[in-house]
Nanobody, 121 residues
Framework: QVHLVESGGGLVQAGGSLRLSCAASGSIFSINDMNWYRQALGKQRELVAAYTRTGSTNYADSVKGRFRISRDIAKNTVYLQMISLKPEDTAVYYC???????????????WGQGTQVTVSS
């Protein structure tokens, strides 16, 4: 079993910053993608930022230039630095990991429990 634990959410004023962390633990051989998604009230979950094992990153257009995803491969941890936050960034942010638990085994998808980010105007 693999667990993803997020931290770092909270309430911040518009223009402020937050840093989210997500640590994966458990039966992990390796992790491919580690991504951040978010889901605002009444909306579908959307990809915010992605980080592959090879170091490629991808961002939603709405956060480009304001959010930065980084990753510590050795610690199985992914971070999301968010600056210049806007009220429309308010959502529950979820961590996602594509995990290989045994050598040459299949890839399993895991999600964190989510952390609330609220940006006040």
């Amino acid at each position: 079993q693999v667990h993803l634990v997020e931290s770092g959410g909270g309430l911040v004023q518009a223009g402020g910053s937050l840093r989210l962390s997500c640590a994966a633990s458990g039966s992990i051989f390796s992790i491919n993608d580690m991504n951040w998604y978010r889901q605002a009230l009444g909306k579908q979950r959307e990809l915010v930022a992605a980080y592959t094992r090879t170091g490629s990153t991808n961002y939603a257009d709405s956060v480009k230039g304001r959010f930065r995803i980084s990753r510590d491969i050795a610690k199985n941890t992914v971070y999301l630095q968010m600056i210049s936050l806007k009220p429309e960034d308010t959502a529950v942010y979820y961590c996602y990991a594509a995990v290989i638990t045994t050598p040459q085994g299949p890839t399993y998808r895991y999600w964190g429990q989510g952390t609330q980010v609220t940006v006040s105007s």
